[in-house]
């Protein structure tokens, strides 16, 4: 039946897509598209098993757009093009959750729930309890309420009594539809709670796009999700790409004659086969405490592996009857408890703070701690980020300070705990002239970091060699950051062009510096000059420019030094060029000594100029993603990438349903593991890879 609705939906997108003229088009039409629509979204944002490209999607959500704009009488609140509130949000009003949203109570260790199982039996009087085991996300919390199939408000948890109505911001997650079919279960107002996330890949991204703009990344995707949904611009909540997993019905009214629900699972079940992405897949329905404590053991396992945080599994007594006599306290329910992973924060002790001197001048304030493992780890060191925060958080050395890392995310000091204060504790000052060169330190209007502004700073001298030198930059292998220290401590090295201009007789009398290694260090830089211009611009440093933002500019100039004939508000017509990285691309040009060392670099052989291939059409990759893991051993990674690019391919920069193509190497990691889940996926060997190139 199942396979029989999807093939009619997909005949209808495809009819859809062959449609060019819309006059005379009918109101059934209409819905017809959009239902067309809602079908793909779900087979996208729910199933991760998309059956039309994005451009397709995309082709048919603006047919459906100027359908509506056409016939505005037709328009529906639950129609995908209304996800979108027109303006901001000026405000969130408070709102009442139909039922409190209650805490769990934690458990830490299985005697905790051996003690949970022993209290629900005397409570039932049964001598074993079927319980339903889900993972407990780390997000934001909110209620949704839907009345009559259609979604008519979203809030989060507040006080658990009420919350803010977030619901323009709660219709761009893609997760949640704008309507479900309650009605055929016979339900009428239902409210289900749900948790916000935003997945590791695009938390990652944001993080990387902040650090980018020069701002602090954000220490963990909870505070991501639950700052986003607080966002007044219903738009960037949208860019933002969040998603919600819904677990909970909390209440609901029946149609006369309706059946009544049995069970949580039964629930989950539902939700799931109405368009929400509930844990429904990740449910286990288990008879006795000791196999739900295996399971909960077995998922903590597994942990990393997920594409999204969660801190621990939630077990419920599955019996919707059972529940309701066991009741529940002013603070949790009785049938629920939550098992709690090993903790992922620690406390320490701030011993000191050291000033680091980035290339850009930034002074980055770094926290030094007494070492604690977390998360795997030991930590020892935590970036500040800046005086403000120092100032916000009112951290102080001596403090005792509460040291969170969450998965692969930087280790972070969520506050000072003030109340372990002893009076020797002393305020960090932080330093007005640079550490390293002693100029005065500047800090614009417009930001929070302070920095070093002489060009010729030693510390930043340092750190702009071994960036240009890095792999992701110009590659230069054995030209690591020990050797540029080395070089650059005996006056060796000290300036980008010199490291073309090397004294290779003088790094010969050097211990650990034979024939060979010289040679294969002339061989590493004499191919450096041939790297392609986004490269170089990357590995130039410039402020706010990344990876991708080297690319833009490449591709819209002939030679690099054009971009000295760019005004902020021509970069600014480039993709994805905002006012703070052409404000940085004006003011590195328009300095003479950067000018003159790019000259310099040109003199010396490297590559300047744009050779501008068009392989955006026609090229034997176009419209085909790939994504490269483990260790290539006939291709350079970065090599692999650039014949994609080369043609018409593109890079993605993890596993998502978008991703054609993996391409696996030696000791592939958690890549490979994540792709073998989504089926739309080709997993294909570097050999496969190069046959696949050289039949294009």
Not at 455 to 462: E, F, K, S
Not at 581 to 599: P, Y
Request: glycine share 6%; aromatic share 8%; proline share 4%.
């Amino acid at each position: 039946m199942a396979n029989d609705r999807t093939k009619e939906l997909q005949a209808k997108t495809t009819a859809f897509l062959k449609k060019i003229k819309t006059e005379n088009i009918s109101a059934k039409e209409i819905e017809d598209l959009r239902e067309v629509l809602r079908f793909h979204e779900h087979r996208y944002y729910i199933q991760n098993d998309p059956l039309v490209s994005d451009f397709e999607y995309d082709s048919l959500y603006k047919q459906l757009e100027a359908l509506e704009k056409e016939n505005p009488d037709l328009i529906v609140p639950n129609s995908p093009t209304q996800r979108v509130a027109k303006g901001l949000t000026k405000e969130f009003p408070t709102v009442q959750h139909l039922v409190p949203m209650l805490s769990l109570d934690n458990s830490y260790n299985s005697e905790d729930l051996i003690d949970f199982d022993r209290k629900a039996k005397e409570l039932t009087g049964l001598k074993e309890i079927e319980y339903c085991v889900e993972p407990k996300f780390d997000g934001a919390s909110i209620s949704l309420i839907y009345e009559d199939d259609h979604l008519v408000r979203g809030a989060t948890r507040g006080d658990g009594v009420q919350g803010d109505d977030i619901t323009p911001n709660i219709k761009q997650i893609r997760t949640i539809p704008l309507s479900a079919k309650f009605s055929d279960y016979g339900l009428q107002t239902v409210e289900i709670r749900g948790e916000v996330l935003i997945n590791k890949d695009n938390f990652k991204k944001f993080n990387e796009s902040l650090t980018e703009q020069g701002l602090a990344p954000l220490a963990n995707p909870r505070n991501a999700s639950a700052g986003t949904l607080r966002i007044k611009d219903p738009l960037e909540v949208r860019r933002r790409k969040l998603e919600a997993f819904v677990y909970h019905v909390s209440y609901y009214t029946l149609k006369k004659g309706a059946e009544d629900l049995h069970s949580h699972s039964q629930t989950l079940e539902m939700l799931w086969d109405l368009g929400f992405r509930s844990p429904d897949k990740e449910k286990k329905v288990l008879k006795g405490i000791e196999a739900v404590i295996d399971y909960c053991v077995e998922f903590e396992n597994q942990r990393d592996e997920l594409p999204y945080e969660i801190d621990g599994m939630v077990i419920k007594v599955n019996n919707f009857e059972l529940q309701d006599k066991m009741g529940m306290t002013s603070h949790h329910p009785r049938w629920a408890i939550a098992y709690k992973f090993k903790a992922r924060q620690a406390t320490s002790k701030l011993i000191g703070v050291e000033y680091q001197v980035g290339r850009t001048g930034n002074i980055g304030p770094v926290a030094k701690i007494e070492p604690v493992h977390i998360g795997g780890v030991t930590v020892r060191s935590i970036s500040l980020f800046n005086e403000d925060v120092i100032r916000e958080k009112d951290i102080r050395i001596g403090d005792t300070v509460l040291v969170e890392r969450a998965g692969d995310v930087i280790p972070y000091i969520v506050k000072p705990l003030t109340e372990l204060r002893n009076g020797d504790e002393k305020p960090i000052k932080f330093p007005r002239h640079c550490p390293s060169c002693g100029t005065e330190l500047f800090k614009s209007e417009d930001e929070a970091a302070w920095r070093c502004i002489n060009i010729n700073c030693p510390a930043q001298v340092l750190e702009r060699l071994i960036h240009f030198a890095s792999k992701d930059a110009m590659d230069i292998r054995g030209l690591g950051t020990a050797i540029i220290e080395k070089f650059y401590t005996l006056g060796l090295l000290t300036s980008l062009p010199q490291i073309y201009q090397l004294d290779y007789e003088a790094i010969g009398q050097l211990e650990g510096f034979g024939k060979k290694s010289i040679d294969n260090l002339k061989t590493a830089i004499e191919a450096s000059k041939k790297q392609p211009l986004h490269r170089l611009i990357f590995a130039l440093g410039i402020r706010y420019v990344g990876e991708t933002m080297a690319k833009t500019l490449a591709h819209a100039v002939d030679h690099l030094l054009d971009l000295q004939n760019f005004d902020e508000e021509a970069l600014q017509n480039l993709e994805d060029v905002g006012p703070k990285v052409a404000g940085s691309v004006v003011q590195f040009f328009s300095n003479r000594q950067n000018i003159e060392l790019i000259q310099a670099l040109e003199s010396i052989g490297l590559q300047l100029k744009n050779e501008k291939k068009d392989f955006t059409s026609g090229g034997s990759l176009e419209g085909q993603s790939f994504l490269f893991t483990g260790t290539l051993s006939k291709l350079k990674r970065s090599e692999a990438e650039e014949i994609v690019e080369q043609n018409g391919g593109t890079i993605l920069s993890g596993v998502s349903s978008k991703l054609n193509y993996l391409v696996v190497g030696e000791d592939a990691g958690s890549k490979l593991e994540k792709a073998k889940k989504i089926t739309t996926i080709k997993i294909i060997s570097e050999d496969q890879f190069i046959k696949m190139i050289n039949k294009g």
